[in-house]
Structures are given as structure tokens and as C-alpha cells.
């Protein structure tokens, strides 16, 4: 789905069979799924990891508190990082 | 060169299976390699005998090197690993060092009750194999009964909800159900499919001639699967892997030898690619037995032999796409051409390309019919 239509009040979480690591030859944060990894940035990073039942509207508070970052501007990255995730079957929608 | 780091370990925990598949890529003849190399130490005369399955200890110190070594993916692969009574111990070995674990299997022997174990061990995913879409045609692929036993499977693994995938080889006695296989991927709930042309190594090299599919299938195939991948885009991920002899280029094997995978077989070896054993006989191959992991994959003369490219001969030294396809696959040429260096004879450019149009052409011209092959067999000496 577009990233614009993402409602506020989604939950998103990892798709079954998706686990979240750390890389302990990086450090970086990756996921893990049938026959693939990926490797996170660090926006990718600090979303997932409050994927745990929290609202989109609740991530997104949370991550412009801790940035310090608008939450307009912040809201439009998380929604096209989290659709691009939803794309690829990595996380899915409560 | 700066040796990467391996991403995934492919565990050939056996080679038994209660299977017979003509198009297994196990090797066909096990005790036709050279002995394992002896070390300096004289450690190879207190090593168990080199025919024997390595034990539940070993595969757990693997397991522990290989996550040490920065793989963060394994495949329980064989043979059957469910053949192996320490399969669960072993999954909850993988999960303890932090590794992805999938499982690939038949599906024969995987009870209600072991099921439910191996996903409180920690087991992340099920790679399920069916030869076909029914039960007539896939138990004579299989040589066994097994096709309704593997619908019960793959219902209580849903069930269990452990996420599903199905393999399925493809070869000219199933290709036309095509589209067939992907229904019953839909109707079983799998989120993956792999549709994989067989590819001819171990036993399925011996049956070249019963396998290989002809161009009208092939091409018949490519637009089903087409099809499919987007009608089903929401739902099933599927992966169609092209019969590589009807293609121009090759395929880019390992993604580098020796750059992200290695697979350590049921007796200790380890190799570079599942296939290398039988494919490159004169690979010196090293054993767990007798040397760990880290040095193995850094310093071996079998990991470093095709890394890189600065081992490639022309065409492949001065071709663009040498970074891309990695000129192939070394069991292919090797195979093929009788020697593992050359440019995989796939590839337009190889000198060496008539070999697989003579190949093509055979088949093509007698067309689909049904030809035997020779079911795979169980290792004799194998024991555990």
C-alpha cells in the first residue's frame, strides 16, 4: 500500500519467520528471513525496534522526542520505510 | 586479499533419505574421493574413521565456529535431516548461537510430536520439498510414497505456525504442471515457493538425459511462472530458477567462491559449494576432524583456489560482468569441460559452449519423451 496510507493507529510488527539481530561481525542491526538478510540503516533500526504493539503514532512521537525532530517531516520517513518493509513481506500491520 | 566474511552454513547432517530422487545433487559415489588430508600433528590416526558421520559434540562446535566466524543463517540440510535422532539438539544449538534456522527436508518423518519440538528448540523456518502436485506422478519422482504424507506435513507445520516454504526441483517429467505447483504453494499457505530447474550435479548429472527439459517447455514454464509471481505478489514470494543450460549467461554460483557460503558435509568435510566433492575431485578438501572452521574458510587451498578473480582465464579475466556472474560455477566447468577453471560453459563466450548445445540439441530433437533414469540409492557404509 502507499506509505500515505498508513493509518495512525497500525500497529506494525515483524512478519512471521523475520527476526531482528545484531550483526556481531558489524555491529549492525539486521533481519533475518527464509534464504535472506538484511542489513538496517539506523532509521530502519530505531522503528523496528519499537515495532513491539506501539502504535504508528506512538513510534513516531517517541522518535521525535528522541531526535528532537519535527514530526511531520519524521512521520513521512517512517511511513516510506515501513511500506518498503510491508513491500518486501518483512513486517505486516495489526 | 581481504578474506570476507561467510554469511550462511549449508549442515549436510546425512546423506540417507528415504527419498530416491533422480535429480538429488548429492554425490553419486562417496568413497570414490581421495582419503582426507593428513596433518602434521599425526592428529588423522586418533580422527574417527573418515566414512562416519560426525557426532551431536562436533556439529555443535561448527555450529559455534561458524557463528564465531560471522554466519548468521544455517541450513539443516542432507540427505534427510530427519533422520538424525539429534536434530532438535542441534536446532537448539543453532538458535543459542544466535543463527537463523531453517530446516529443508521431505517432510517424512516429521511427526506431530517432533514438530512441536523442533519449533520449542527455536526452529525459525521449514523449507518443505514436494516432487510434484499429485501423488502419482510425485511418488514416482520420489520412488517412494510420500506425496499425501507431505500434504499432512505441511498442514500441521501451518498449524504449528512455523512459516513455510516449497521446493520444488523441476525437470522435463514435471515442468508442464507448472502451474499446478504453484496452486497447491497457494492452497498449502506457503509464504515461499522456489521453483528451481534442476540443476545437474551428483544424480542428477547421471540423468542428464531424462531431466533436462526441452526449449517448448522451458519456455512454456518461464511465462507461468511470469504470470504467477505477479498475480500472487501479495501472497507468495516465488522464485523461479532458470535451467541454466538454456541460458546464454551463467549463473553467478555462490554469489563467489568462498564470499558468503560454505557447507560442511555429513562426514566433516568442508566445502566451498555442496557440490565441489564430486565435482571437482582434485579439490583438496580439509575436515573439521582435523582443522576448525576459521582457518579452513580463511586459509585453505580449497576456499582461496576460486576467490576473487585473479584466478579467472579468458574470456572471464577481461569480461564486465566478472564481478557480476563470477564466471559461473566451477562444478559446472569442471564437470563439463574436465577442468574447474574455465569459464562456465554456459556462457556465450565460453570456447567451450558446444558442449552444452550438443547437450540441447539431443534432447530436442527426440523431444519429451519419458526416458529412465536411475533412482538415487542410500550410501552403503554411511553409519552413524
Not at chain 1, 510488527?13 to 535472506?36: F, H, M, Q, W
Not at chain 2, 564465531?68 to 542441534?90: C, Y
Not at chain 2, 510414497?145 to 505456525?161: P, Q, S
Amino acid at each position: 500500500m502507499p506509505a500515505t496510507t498508513i493509518s495512525d493507529l497500525a500497529r506494525p510488527s515483524l512478519a512471521k519467520g523475520v527476526r531482528l539481530e545484531i550483526d556481531s561481525t558489524t555491529r549492525k542491526s539486521v533481519l533475518l528471513y527464509p534464504e535472506g538478510i538484511v542489513e538496517l540503516n539506523e532509521t530502519a533500526h530505531e522503528i523496528l525496534s519499537r515495532c513491539d504493539g506501539r502504535t504508528l503514532s506512538e513510534i513516531i512521537c517517541e522518535l521525535a522526542e528522541e531526535y528532537e525532530a519535527d514530526s511531520n517531516a519524521l512521520a513521512a520517513d517512517v511511513r516510506d520505510t515501513l511500506s518498503d518493509l510491508q513491500r518486501r513481506k518483512l513486517i505486516e500491520f495489526k | 586479499m581481504k578474506v570476507p566474511r561467510p554469511y550462511a552454513l549449508l549442515a549436510e547432517i546425512t546423506y540417507r533419505c528415504p527419498l530416491h530422487c533422480p535429480y538429488c545433487s548429492n554425490p553419486v559415489n562417496l568413497e570414490g574421493r581421495a582419503p582426507a588430508t593428513p596433518t602434521e600433528t599425526g592428529s588423522q590416526e586418533l580422527a574417527p574413521p573418515s566414512n562416519v558421520e560426525l557426532t551431536t559434540e562436533e556439529w555443535k562446535r561448527i555450529i559455534r565456529e561458524a557463528a564465531a566466524l560471522g554466519v548468521l543463517q544455517i541450513g539443516f540440510s542432507g540427505g534427510e535431516p530427519l533422520a538424525r535422532r539429534d536434530l532438535v539438539e542441534l536446532i537448539r544449538a543453532a538458535r543459542e548461537a544466535n543463527l537463523y534456522t531453517n530446516l529443508i527436508t521431505s517432510g517424512i518423518g516429521l511427526d506431530d510430536d517432533r514438530l512441536r519440538a523442533l519449533r520449542d528448540a527455536g526452529l525459525d523456518s521449514i523449507q518443505l520439498s514436494f516432487q510434484s502436485d499429485e501423488s502419482s506422478l510425485a511418488d514416482e519422482i520420489a520412488g517412494a510414497r510420500a506425496h499425501d504424507r507431505k500434504l499432512d506435513v505441511a498442514a500441521n507445520i501451518r498449524a504449528a505456525g512455523i512459516p513455510l516454504s516449497l521446493n520444488f526441483v523441476i525437470h522435463r517429467a514435471n515442468i508442464d504442471r507448472l502451474s499446478q505447483m504453484i496452486d497447491l504453494a497457494e492452497a498449502l499457505g506457503a509464504g515461499r515457493v522456489e521453483l528451481a530447474n534442476v540443476q545437474f550435479y551428483g544424480w542428477a548429472f547421471r540423468n542428464r538425459a531424462a531431466l533436462l527439459p526441452t526449449r517448448e517447455q522451458v519456455d512454456r514454464a518461464r511465462a507461468i511462472a511470469t504470470t504467477a509471481k505477479a498475480r500472487l505478489a501479495d501472497k507468495i514470494d516465488i522464485f523461479y530458477v532458470l535451467p541454466d543450460y538454456y541460458e546464454t549467461r551463467p549463473k553467478p554460483c555462490l554469489n563467489g567462491w568462498g564470499r558468503r557460503y560454505l557447507t560442511v558435509n555429513p562426514i566433516g568435510d568442508v566445502l566451498p559449494c555442496p557440490t565441489a566433492s564430486s565435482a571437482i575431485p582434485d579439490l583438496r578438501l580439509e575436515n573439521v576432524r582435523t582443522r576448525d572452521l576459521g582457518w579452513i574458510w580463511q586459509e585453505s587451498e580449497s576456499f582461496n583456489r576460486f576467490r576473487g578473480t585473479e584466478w579467472m582465464p579468458e574470456p572471464c579475466r577481461s569480461c564486465p560482468q566478472k564481478e557480476i556472474d563470477f564466471g559461473g560455477c566451477r562444478c559446472q566447468a569442471a564437470l563439463l569441460t574436465g577442468n574447474a577453471t574455465n569459464t562456465d560453459p554456459v556462457c556465450e563466450f565460453s570456447p567451450n559452449r558446444a558442449v552444452v548445445d550438443a547437450v540441447l540439441r539431443e534432447v530436442n530433437l527426440s523431444g519429451n519423451n519419458a526416458r529412465d533414469w536411475m533412482y538415487r540409492v542410500n550410501p552403503p557404509s554411511l553409519a552413524i
